[in-house]
């Protein structure tokens, strides 16, 4: 909205009309879904590598990154499961 009604001189009000038309509440509820299943995702990641560390700063460190890498593709992987989903009952 900030890039419409600033550079391109849209109406802020015609703008809000246009987004409720292109974007319906399912979209919204999927949203919503992803962020959940993401949090859930990362949060598990996080505690599994965390259970997994050892007792030095460097087994820390190499924790931290492996829950990084994990939760992005944990992510990856739940996007796609997702996306697929949806096309396939027709979201």
């Not at 590598?49 to 994990?70: D, I, P, Y």
Request: aromatic residues 6%; hydrophobic residues 55%; proline residues 1%.
């Amino acid at each position: 909205m900030i890039v419409g009604v600033g550079m391109l001189d849209l109406n802020p009000v015609a703008y809000f009309h246009e987004t409720c038309k292109a974007v319906s509440l399912t979209y919204v509820w999927i949203g919503l879904f992803h962020g959940a299943v993401f949090g859930v995702l990362v949060a598990l990641s996080g505690c599994l590598r965390g259970m997994q560390c050892g007792r030095s700063a460097s087994a820390v460190g190499a924790a931290a990154t492996s829950a990084v890498v994990t939760g992005i593709i944990s992510i990856v992987v739940a996007t796609a499961i997702i996306t697929v989903v949806c096309n396939v009952i027709g979201i």
